[in-house]
């Protein structure tokens, strides 16, 4: 069935994981957006393996994180080998205690990540139009003018905003004419998702195999005994190679046999560095690749395209809805951008190190490495560190104009996201977590001190009159079961702290009193109309 409507409000041009995390953000906050693909379908490949703690929050926000978690599985630890011999093992097994529900490197695929998406969509009855292609784009001051191609028809669509995630080679960037800076790597890559005869290799740990020239890292799946093998194309061999071919290769590098059971999907490619030049242009917006695409390195890519979604979604919503000043959409590139950047040059630097055949670096691969990261990582705040960079919790939006910090303490600061800590809910007497406190749409205001309950019945009508609709209100008392969360935001039990986290879990407004003066003009001049 094909697309009935002649103007929707938003229009998402891309069902990969960006795209689908966009519509269902959209649909928590009411607004039926319509959702296009080219391809005929959903992905069935694997594409991108590894969910971050930050994107299984999001998932958690949503309800729909106990699905993942039944089908996928934790990364248990690192090893590294030279020549076939393992030089350096790192445990991972919840790395990230204290810091998050999902204290661990969490595998589960890119296909599986869709499908859990999609039935959220179904649920709220949203569909997607596949084999549906973006032809043309026009903007004016009200809306934008798309012509659109499903299968052999042309349909004429107008849409109030156009988000662009349709990949690296985005249609919709391509439209807007908007530069796609950076590079593509010289080398290239063979990736094969196969399940193996195997006795050699742990089902439970990421593996890299290293060489003085080449590499290959296994990486393992949910499903036992299968397994996700990335590695480089030696110089001197063709780009048309198969399967077959790799696998002496692959024997020598990792010094056992590798038995291949069942080959799923085997594939060459080259990788690219690169970066649109504005994630805007007027009412058409771009995520994930179609806004930046980097290598692999610490399974960021996928992740970093949902954090995009999430992070645009509450504020069209609220522009959509008539709640928040246009003005607010102005943010999704000051916040975002920097972070994509940022990831790019880490990204570049460590898979320059991987893949450099000069001399020198092979020299410090094999023989200084190893040693050196066995070293660092049993130094005191260097795995959590680790996590926190690569889970993505460590992003912050301090410098955004959305932050607003009123606070003497600075260990936590407005535009951090809000740390996860167990807290006992006094009025439910059970224990929950600050994170579950801003599962409902919207932004939270949570009050710590001691306040009579006349000045709590204040709070609770001032946001009743003015902002019902955007503001979810709990207040957490002193005691010794919350004392830890007293100190980790630096507040003192006897006195007072306002904290307003945005719907995407960052900290929009930190004070040291619970001033309605204060709150109202930062909702009413930061973010409301």
């Excluded at 190190?353 to 670096?361: A, E, F, Q």
């Excluded at 070293?375 to 795995?383: P, S, V």
């Amino acid at each position: 069935m094909g697309i009935s409507e002649t103007h929707t409000k938003v229009l998402i041009v891309g069902a990969g994981p960006s795209g689908l995390m966009m519509a269902a953000q959209l649909l928590r906050y009411g607004i039926q957006p319509i959702i296009i693909d080219n391809k005929q379908g959903p992905t069935t490949h694997s594409n991108a393996l590894v969910v971050q703690a930050r994107s299984l929050e999001i998932y958690r926000q949503m309800g729909i994180a106990d699905t993942v978690l039944k089908n996928g599985n934790p990364v248990k630890g690192a090893s590294f080998y030279k020549n076939g011999d393992e030089k350096a093992t790192f445990q991972l097994t919840d790395i990230g205690t204290g810091q998050t529900h999902f204290p661990y490197l969490f595998l589960y695929q890119q296909y599986k990540n869709e499908q859990v998406l999609l039935d959220y969509l179904t649920k709220n009855c949203c569909p997607c139009y596949w084999n549906t292609s973006l032809m043309s784009i026009r903007q004016t001051a009200k809306n934008a003018e798309v012509q659109l191609q499903e299968g052999e028809n042309i349909k004429k669509l107008t849409c109030d905003w156009l988000i662009g995630a349709d990949g690296a080679h985005s249609t919709v960037r391509k439209q807007l004419n908007i530069p796609f800076n950076g590079d593509t790597y010289q080398h290239s890559f063979y990736l094969a998702d196969i399940e193996l005869n195997n006795n050699k290799l742990r089902e439970d740990y990421i593996q890299l195999f290293m060489t003085r020239q080449d590499f290959a890292g296994f990486f393992p799946m949910p499903e036992v005994n299968n397994y996700r093998v990335v590695g480089n194309i030696p110089a001197g061999m063709p780009d048309d190679i198969n399967l077959e071919d790799i696998l002496p290769m692959l024997d020598n590098i990792s010094g056992r046999h590798i038995n291949v059971k069942k080959d799923d999907w085997f594939t060459i490619y080259r990788l690219h560095h690169r970066m649109a030049e504005k994630f805007r242009e007027r009412r058409c917006f771009l995520i994930g690749d179609a806004a930046h695409i980097h290598s692999p390195v610490g399974g960021q890519g996928m992740n970093t395209g949902l954090q995009d979604a999430y992070n645009l979604a509450w504020k069209l919503a609220g522009v959509v809805n008539e709640q928040y000043e246009p003005t607010i959409l102005n943010t999704y590139a000051a916040e975002r951008m920097p972070v994509a950047k940022d990831l790019l040059t880490t990204t570049d630097r460590v898979f320059n190190l991987i893949v450099s055949g000069k001399w020198y670096t092979g020299l410090f691969k094999m023989w200084i490495l190893p040693s050196l990261l066995n070293i660092l990582w049993n130094r005191e705040g260097t795995k959590e560190g680790f996590f926190r960079r690569i889970s993505q919790i460590s992003i912050s939006y301090r410098h955004s104009p959305l932050s607003l910090h009123l606070c003497l303490g600075n260990h936590i600061k407005a535009g951090d996201r809000l740390p996860y800590l167990p807290i006992y809910d006094e009025k439910k007497q059970e224990e929950t977590d600050l994170h579950a406190w801003c599962n409902k749409p919207g932004f939270t205001l949570i009050i710590l001190g001691k306040f009579e309950e006349l000045f709590l019945f204040r709070v609770a009508r001032w946001i009743t009159l003015y902002y019902t609709e955007t503001l979810n209100f709990y207040y957490l008392p002193p005691s010794g079961k919350n004392l830890d969360v007293f100190n980790a935001f630096e507040a003192n039990p006897h006195g007072q702290k306002a904290i307003i986290v945005r719907p995407d879990l960052h900290i929009g407004f930190m004070s040291d009193t619970v001033d309605m003066a204060l709150m109202d003009n930062y909702l009413h001049n930061v973010i409301s109309k």
